[in-house]
């Protein structure tokens, strides 16, 4: 059975302390993410007819 050796592409163990201070990131990332699901939906929703219309492969909705 063949084993992974991380060491040998540089990866050590981190401590406690460490893994407490590389955590942080994931909120921020998740907010920017809702944030530009938000923006998009409002977008579509705005302009619903032609959302609709591209779906369906036809031309653009001039109004």
Same mark, same amino acid.
């Given at each position: 059975?063949?084993?992974?050796?991380?060491?040998?592409? #540089?990866?050590?163990?981190?401590?406690?302390?460490?893994?407490?201070?590389?955590?942080?990131?994931?909120?921020? /990332?998740?907010?920017?993410?809702?944030?530009?699901?938000?923006?998009? #939906?409002?977008?579509? /929703?705005?302009?619903?007819?032609?959302?609709?219309?591209?779906?369906?492969?036809?031309?653009?909705?001039?109004?």
């Amino acid at each position: 059975m063949k084993y992974l050796e991380l060491e040998k592409f #540089g990866v050590q163990e981190m401590n406690t302390k460490q893994m407490k201070e590389t955590n942080g990131d994931f909120g921020i /990332l998740a907010a920017i993410a809702i944030g530009i699901g938000i923006a998009a #939906g409002a977008e579509i /929703l705005d302009d619903w007819d032609n959302f609709k219309a591209g779906l369906k492969g036809e031309p653009e909705q001039k109004e």
